[in-house]
Each structure stands twice: as structure tokens, then as C-alpha cells.
């Protein structure tokens, strides 16, 4: 696979591009580990049970766009989340899943530059594609 950075990161929710000025975005899953442990066990014994997803992103409001994102965003939307890491050309990796937006952040310092950011919890699963 070729190298690429986050610079190239494209993201979309509910058809409105969201990566503008963006900064970062992550994405954690998880899986819980439930006891399978019996009687007569030294040792505690587990299976995975539920999986589980969610992320967070943040942005710089530099260009203005973000005005648009922040109303694209409202908490307690659900849509999807479609996140091309290495941009959107022929044969470049996407990733795509349902999200409940569960927070959004828009900072105003003094001192620094405007950040907006969102978290999300992610809603069944996550597909992985490649472009065509």
C-alpha cells in the first residue's frame, strides 16, 4: 500500500462534506469480555461479546465552511459516516458506517484559532470498500 497522510482524509456525513479545515478524526472500537469461567477454575476464562464503536473529530474554522458543518451536525442526528483516508481517487480505501452525532464543541479562545468537534457513536457496523 502506498503511504499517505491525513491531509488526504475525506469525510462525509449525511452527504455533506465535513472534512474542511479538518484537523483529526479517530475511530475506537471495542469489544466487551464477558466471564466464561466455571466451577473448579484457577483461572478466569472469557469470550468477546457485544462489539462496539465510536469516534470523535475536530476542525479549525478557518475557511468559514464550518458554518455549514455545524448545522449539518446537530447532536442526536443519526446518518451516515463515509471516511476515505487516502482521499476519494480509483481504488483508494473508504470506510462506512451509521453514526449518532453525541456531541459537538465549538471553541472560542482568545488566543488560538476556532475549533469545532464532534463525537459520535457508531451504530451496527463498519464497512470497509475500495473505491471504483
Known amino acids: ?6 491531509a488526504d482524509v475525506v469525510v462525509t456525513f449525511a452527504t455533506v462534506e465535513i ?3 479538518g484537523r483529526s478524526i479517530s475511530i475506537e472500537e471495542s469489544a466487551d469480555a464477558l466471564d ?9 476464562t472469557k469470550v468477546a461479546g457485544l462489539e462496539d464503536a465510536s469516534g470523535s473529530m475536530e476542525a ?3 475557511t468559514g465552511v464550518w458554518g455549514t458543518v455545524w448545522n449539518a451536525i446537530p447532536v442526536g442526528t443519526s446518518d451516515t459516516m463515509l471516511i476515505h483516508p487516502e482521499g ?3 481504488g483508494k480505501r473508504a470506510l462506512s458506517m451509521t453514526v449518532l452525532i453525541t456531541g459537538r464543541t465549538l471553541a472560542l479562545p482568545y488566543d488560538d484559532l476556532t475549533t469545532l468537534s464532534m463525537s ?3 451504530s451496527g ?3 470497509e ?4
Open 129 to 132: 470498500s475500495t473505491q471504483t
Open 36 to 44: 466464561s469461567s466455571k466451577w473448579g477454575t484457577t483461572r478466569r
Open 88 to 90: 476519494t481517487g480509483t
Open 120 to 122: 459520535f457513536e457508531v
Open 1 to 6: 500500500m502506498a503511504a499517505y497522510r491525513g
Open 60 to 62: 479549525l474554522d478557518t
Open 125 to 127: 457496523v463498519i464497512t
Open 19 to 21: 472534512s474542511g479545515d
